[in-house]
């Protein structure tokens, strides 16, 4: 498959719109479908292609092993952490409302952390799990 | 006209989708197996699109025909791509199974009519969510407003879940390869 040069020109064209889709995705899930997790597991799957295409190493090169298994604690401390500013502007926990003088503008904004934290953990997890499935194959041609 | 096209656009992926499942079930060559499932999939989510679920098509989209194809085909690299010997006698499970799905399908008869807007669910929370949802939140799209507002907490319940499954990976697969460098140190200082 790494040797295929239509299929190396297809996915590498093919790579910056599936990541930016995974943004827009991300980005515009509060007016049309999608959302955290959506945009976590596109991002993941366009990181991944690059992986299948040029090596895992390359892949790596991009988001490194340790960084992928911060991802996946930091989205939900940012996730949990969106519950506990709640808390210290007077709210209950995961309240948005006080996140902001205007109610409505403190639900916008807790929405958009929080689905931020979900797409991190996503990405993280899913991109964790290909990388120790992909690894343990080659520790196996190693051997 | 649109409801029998409506119609007209479930019914070709579900009947491709039990094509696909019979193929699955008497296929040998599992990496042709693997593909099916991927293709079994992408049917799955033009289904629950045409239902109008496109959050949940997306998923399955991204989840079902990408990431998991894609981990099922790891492990099929590290475990060969044929099927083991048939099996002899699998009436026992044939019975279990059949029994479940007879089960289920005694279920669905109690469920409520497609889309029933009178159905028990429709009833409780929704009309509150749909009506109040623009005034509280101001999120068009009311599933984000629901899964990220109104159901925080259950949000947070899946994330740390998905967490806890990326730990799990990390957990067993890290023990696997310090019990191999174990094993081989071993190997090697009996080898002299």
Partial sequence: ?143 | MSFWFDQLLLLVPMLMMLVIVVLIITGHNLFGVVILTSAYSFLMATVLFVLDAVDVAMTEAAVGAGISTVLLLGALRLCGWHDSKPMRRPWGKLIVSGALSALLMVGMVGLPEFSDPAAAIHQHVVPRYLIDSTKEIDVPNVVTAVLASYRGYDTLGETTVVFTAGAGVIALLRRRRLQRAKHESAGASNAP
Wanted: with cysteine.
């Fill in chain 1, 1 to 143: 498959m790494r040797h295929d040069p239509i299929l190396q020109v297809v996915a590498r064209l093919l790579i910056p719109f599936i990541l930016l889709f995974a943004l827009y995705v991300q980005f515009h899930g509060d007016f049309g479908p999608g959302g955290g997790f959506q945009a976590g597991v596109i991002f993941a799957a366009g990181i991944i292609l690059h992986g299948l295409i040029s090596g895992l190493d390359a892949a790596k090169k991009i988001l490194p092993e340790r960084l992928v298994e911060a991802m996946m604690a930091i989205g939900v401390l940012i996730y949990a952490g969106v519950g506990f500013a709640g808390i210290f502007l007077g709210g209950a926990y995961l309240d948005y409302s006080v996140l902001s003088h205007d109610p409505i503008h403190g639900q916008h904004r807790g929405i958009f952390w929080v689905e931020i934290g979900v797409a991190v953990t996503v990405c993280g997890v899913m991109l964790k799990i290909f990388y120790m499935f992909a690894g343990r194959g080659d520790v196996d041609q190693d051997n």
